[in-house]
């Protein structure tokens, strides 16, 4: 993921990898779509609705309440968990793969939860207009791993993304990485403390066991059939 200059030499244009949209929606998740993401989608994280990237007004939309974040919630079980666990947090779930959103938000529907806000797009451009300091905790959850070398700069963990994050998350903050690629764990494990965590691990329970609220997601499932090992890291943002 990198930036390139737009038309105007002042807003770049940025180049995005991955899946944007999979198999054929179902009529019932194109009616998800079309009915529910107008209502949950954030205003003013498109460039086109603010290029002027003005922040966003968090405490308007989320009636001074703490904010966490997902960042890639794909078919939003951890998200959907976290949020029916919390209604006392508001929720913003950022996510490209349009497949993933119409999944949530059918899960969103049938759970009755309602303090989650959506970013059907490139997390980059959400990071944006986060204010400063306004997340009170952030996941990272199986994202892309990027298995090849010379795709490793298209990582969430660099410093292209860990930078913004680090700027939106308060001191304090918690941030959750789990991934089960060891390579990524790695980078991990050298990228976000330069960004500017801790990492909370004093034994290797601490990222060997999962978290007490965690839920296993369907990638999760997918890396224990496959025979990879999870890990959880646990980040807390420096003051």
């Not at 993933?100 to 939860?113: C, E, F, P, W, Y």
């Not at 007490?212 to 420096?238: C, M, N």
Request: charged letters at 30%; proline letters at 10%.
């Amino acid at each position: 993921m990198t930036d390139t200059p737009g038309p105007d030499d002042q807003t770049p244009r940025r180049n995005f990898y991955g899946r944007l949209k999979g198999k054929a929606l179902k009529p019932s998740q194109k009616r998800y779509l079309d009915e529910d993401l107008p209502r949950l989608a954030l205003p003013g994280v498109a460039r086109e609705d603010n290029p002027a990237r003005t922040p966003l007004d968090l405490g308007a939309l989320f009636g001074g309440r703490p904010v966490w974040l997902e960042i890639g919630y794909g078919g939003g079980e951890h998200l959907v968990h976290q949020a029916g666990a919390h209604p006392e947090t508001g929720f913003i779930g950022a996510e490209p793969y349009i497949n993933g959103t119409a999944m949530l938000l059918g899960k969103l529907r049938r759970a009755g939860v309602r303090n989650v806000r959506l970013h059907p797009g490139d997390a980059r451009d959400l990071m944006d207009v986060l204010p400063p300091a306004s997340i009170d905790r952030a996941f990272l959850l199986y994202p892309d791993p990027w298995p090849k070398a010379r795709h490793h700069r298209r990582r969430f963990v660099t410093p292209e993304h860990l930078g913004p994050l680090a700027r939106a998350l308060r001191p304090g903050a918690v941030l959750r990485v789990a991934t089960d690629i060891p390579d990524y764990v790695r980078q991990t494990l050298e990228e976000v403390p330069r960004a500017g965590f801790d990492w909370l691990a004093e034994c290797p329970a601490d990222w060997r066991a999962p978290w007490d609220d965690w839920i296993s997601t369907r990638y999760e499932q997918k890396a224990l059939r496959e025979g990879r090992v999870p890990h959880y890291l646990t980040f807390r943002r420096k003051g």
